[in-house]
């Protein structure tokens, strides 16, 4: 799947599970990191693992599974690594705090949501 096509879709499937201000933001003008980031927020800590599960197997069923998961025994933020596309999960504090929105400002918001 290309990464412009795995970051929309990711967030499609994190907005289907009810993840707040989801941003996806691609970097790969401006970083060897990856592509794309994919932001989101979950309501708590066990929300943010259910995104980070549902968003794991929904994918894998596809055939494409994350290099790594960073963070999963964290209580605010989990990180998916899909090598082009990198997910970030976050509590709304952890979010607030790391600001990565911010960090990452120079990188171009995609509009990821389906017209209609």
Known sequence: MI???LAKQTAQLLDSKKAENISVIKIDAISSLADYFVIATGR???HVRSLSDELEEKLKE?????AR???YRSDSWILLDYSQVVVHIFTGEARDFYDLDRLWADGTKVKWQEEG
Do not use: A, R
């Open 62 to 66: 596809q055939g494409t599974v994350p």
């Open 3 to 5: 990464p412009y096509e």
């Open 69 to 71: 998961i960073e963070g």
């Open 44 to 46: 708590g800590s066990t």
